[in-house]
């Protein structure tokens, strides 16, 4: 309640709960109530070190390094600390939470504060760029995990405060006190977290080898992420995004099947939504849930569809009619980026438009796929909860879109969607027509094929962007492409060692960072873990 009576206070200082102009000012105080009420325990498991490595320059390898072997964990425990001056441990496999360490004097007297470095990486490069000097147009230099402890008196357990994300952990010394003193680290385990329980669904015993290890892999960026929401990334940006949300909500599904996280969700963002009615689109939770400053339409449209889904998957006719009024909200905001022609035209409003980290993408084509896509998912809305009368014109919206969208963006003698006044090839551009009904599936197939040999075609940045792509293939009967370029993309993250699915991945650049700086790029994102969701869905696809 506390928590509650300070973020409502946080709020009327930011103007958010303005009743004047506000539809939804008599209902927020209820839904964060909802949302806190679903709001999970973390599971916690104690998790030991498995490794001493060293960072090793190699070529053949991921973003040109790798970590070998160096000893065990045991050959650190009690040795002084002075001897050995930085240490690097790997836990074996992809973790979040807090790091637990014990120090022992072994020589002398501490007469000085003693201070140590801990650097936590994902990968090993995360470990070997040097940091400094860091550049103007990177994000916050707050976002690398490393830690300077100053410790006053040893012989103590210490807990680092800061949650870590990571695989690997350096320790070194950062000055070293006089009088001949020495200490050991003779104790060390990391407490991990997640709100995920059991897997609820498994993959059958005769599913190929490669398939098995995407699926895994998949499920656990998904475990990650799932903490108290569903995390974008639990190294980087720790907050809850509605298009992460989708699609971490599809992979939850076909896996750990925990729907109460998804209404967690979906309360959240219906209780912090904007006074004028359209829904933020990243929200952070500390140190009380509030939204940030931005709105994307295409994530607001979205949200109508995880409503959507989770009144399929749950049969909860309660949170969707109690939420009903929010998807109208979004679906009337969207529209009034349509222009008299029935096409979507960005400058008719302020807003963030992403569809994809590419820099470069003219989001015409897409934005107009995407409200399409979610104006017809609402419509479904609509019909099953009795809702039909309340939004009649829907129908219409839905065909003025269709013709609107075909006349300025699909090129039928060249088969293609050029999107925006360059008249830009792009494959999500094309995958987004797709889904949303403007292109048949014929039509579609033949606009991606024709894509993918096109010279100068935009090719997805992200497995954001890719999730859509295989979903349109999927749809527009390309299977064994659609396996084919799972295989290839996904399949290629787990043959370069990921344990986690990241952020950002480009088969032809290692180095490609939207941030201007890999060791920025988040080695487990939310937005690439739905081969599992594939995977499952699209058996008779993906599992022979």
Not at 104 to 121: E, H, I, N, Q, Y
Not at 346 to 357: E, K, L, P
Not at 361 to 385: M, N, P, Y
Request: glycine residues 8%; contains cysteine.
């Amino acid at each position: 309640m506390k928590a509650i009576i300070s973020l409502l206070f946080f709020l009327a200082l930011a103007g958010n709960l303005s009743a004047e102009g506000d539809p939804f000012s008599n209902d927020r105080n209820r839904w964060m109530r909802k949302a806190e009420e679903a709001k999970p325990v973390l599971n916690k498991q104690e998790c030991l070190p498995v490794a001493l490595v060293r960072a090793v320059e190699d070529s053949s390898e991921f973003q040109g390094w790798r970590y070998e072997e160096t000893g065990k964990p045991s050959d650190l425990y009690g040795q002084g600390f002075k001897s050995i001056g930085t240490v690097t441990l790997d836990f074996g496999r992809h973790l979040v939470g807090h790091l637990s360490f014990h120090t022992k004097t072994t020589a002398g007297c501490l007469d000085s504060p003693l201070r140590l470095k801990f650097t936590f990486g994902e990968r090993p490069i995360d470990l070997v760029l040097p940091y400094e000097p860091w550049e103007k147009d990177r994000l916050g230099r707050g976002w690398m995990q490393d830690e300077i402890l100053v410790l006053d008196h040893l012989d103590d357990w210490v807990t680092i405060p800061r949650r870590m994300a990571f695989r690997y952990v350096r320790i070194e010394m950062d000055g070293w006190p006089g009088g001949g003193y020495d200490f050991a680290i003779d104790s060390l385990f990391f407490t991990a977290q997640s709100s995920a329980g059991a897997l609820k669904k498994i993959l059958p015993e005769s599913c190929p080898p490669l398939m098995r290890s995407i699926f895994e892999v998949g499920v656990e960026t998904l475990r990650e992420c799932m903490q108290t929401v569903y995390e974008d990334g639990p190294k980087r940006d720790r907050r809850l995004w509605i298009g992460d949300m989708y699609l971490q909500a599809l992979a939850n599904r076909y896996s750990f099947q925990d729907p109460a996280l998804t209404r967690r969700g979906l309360y959240l963002f219906a209780a912090l939504s904007w006074k004028n009615g359209t829904l933020p689109a990243s929200i952070i939770e500390t140190p009380v849930p509030h939204p940030q400053p931005n709105h994307i339409p295409q994530y607001a449209q979205i949200w109508n569809v995880i409503l959507l889904d989770y009144l399929k998957e749950t049969g909860d006719r309660e949170t969707a009619l109690d939420l009903w009024k929010v998807a109208k909200e979004q679906i009337r905001a969207g529209l009034t980026f349509v222009d008299e022609n029935g096409v979507y035209d960005t400058s008719r409003g302020q807003a963030w438009h992403f569809i994809d980290h590419r820099e470069g993408l003219d989001v015409h084509a897409s934005s107009q796929g995407i409200l399409l896509f979610a104006l017809r998912k609402t419509w479904e809305l609509a019909r099953l909860l009795g809702k039909e009368e309340e939004v009649a014109d829907y129908p219409a919206l839905i065909r003025r879109l269709e013709k609107g969208g075909r006349k300025a963006w699909y090129n039928r003698k060249r088969g293609l969607v050029e999107s925006g006044p360059s008249r830009q090839v792009s494959l999500i551009a094309q995958a987004w027509m797709v889904l949303s009904g403007i292109l048949t599936p014929e039509e579609g197939a033949k606009a991606i094929r024709t894509a993918f040999g096109t010279e100068d075609c935009v090719m997805p940045g992200s497995p954001y962007a890719t999730h859509y792509l295989i979903e349109a293939m999927l749809l527009s009967g390309m299977k064994e492409e659609a396996k084919a370029y799972l295989t290839d993309y996904w399949g290629g993250m787990v043959r370069k060692g990921f344990d986690t699915f990241p952020e950002a991945y480009d088969p032809a650049d290692e180095l490609f960072s939207p941030y201007h700086f890999v060791p920025l790029n988040s080695n487990c994102h939310a937005w690439s873990c739905t081969p599992v969701y594939f995977i499952q869905a699209y058996p008779d696809v993906f599992l022979r």
